[in-house]
């Protein structure tokens, strides 16, 4: 009963292709984000959704295209993939609002490598 | 402009001996600050939260309104501490905006 599920794991692909990450939480929270961890492991927010509607947008190329169908989903989908959007790609999640103090889960990750 | 500053990107101690993870942020407003820790093949997962003021496997987390900071200590390391250390602010009011610093690799030698 994983709270914060990615899939795939591993994701290799060539320049150019089109491809999806999917992230599912069971835990009922209303923020979900989605992070890119470099090859240094710097850890940059790309997006923010609270209640299926996009609140952060960190200025990510429009190749990449968040879609939330509920407020347990949010999936990545990234065009005409490039070498740099190799990373690996994490998924969040957290019961929101303001000054909640509360804590972000996580998934496992999903390992980008763009060839 | 980095909200979030981890100064030191390794940091390597032997066993037992003091450890001071440094992080600094920048934010106007009441900031919420997170310790997360990313041990070998696993995920990324929270230490502690200053609201706590609480000690979590040994680790301590003042907030130092003065000078910004947020650094995390432990007066004896271990080896199982061995991990990357991200340091992090919730810009939080009507943002919910979670922003990790850059990380700190913590070696602990046997």
């Known amino acids: 009963d994983t709270a914060v599920s990615q899939t795939p794991k591993y994701l290799v692909t060539q320049m150019g292709n089109d491809k999806s990450i999917k992230c599912e939480q069971n835990l009922g929270h209303d923020t979900m984000y989605w992070y890119k961890q470099d090859s240094k492991k710097f850890l940059k927010i790309m997006f923010s959704y609270n209640n299926k509607e996009l609140i952060i947008n960190e200025t990510v190329p429009n190749r990449f295209s968040p879609k939330s169908p509920d407020k347990a989903h949010l999936n990545l989908h990234i065009n005409s993939l490039e070498l740099g959007d190799s990373a690996v790609y994490f998924c969040?999640?957290?019961?929101?609002?303001?000054?909640?103090?509360?804590?972000?889960?996580f998934g496992q990750g999903t390992r980008l490598t763009v060839v | 402009a980095q909200r979030v500053t981890q100064p030191e990107k390794l940091l390597s101690v032997f066993k037992g001996a003091p450890v001071e993870l440094k992080c600094n942020y920048s934010?106007?407003?009441?900031?919420?600050l997170f310790w997360y820790v990313q041990y070998s093949r696993q995920r990324l997962q929270l230490l502690l939260r200053?609201?706590s003021r609480e000690s979590i496997k040994g680790f301590t987390a003042d907030l130092n309104k003065g000078e910004t900071s947020f650094h995390l200590k432990k007066p004896f390391a271990q080896e199982e501490d061995s991990a990357m250390y991200y340091c992090a602010l919730n810009e939080g009011y009507n943002t919910d905006k979670l922003i990790f610093g850059t990380g700190t690799r913590l070696q602990v030698f046997p």
């Open positions: 969040a999640s957290r019961l929101g609002g303001p000054l909640l103090n509360t804590e972000a889960f």
């Open positions: 934010y106007s407003g009441s900031p919420e």
């Open positions: 200053h609201i």
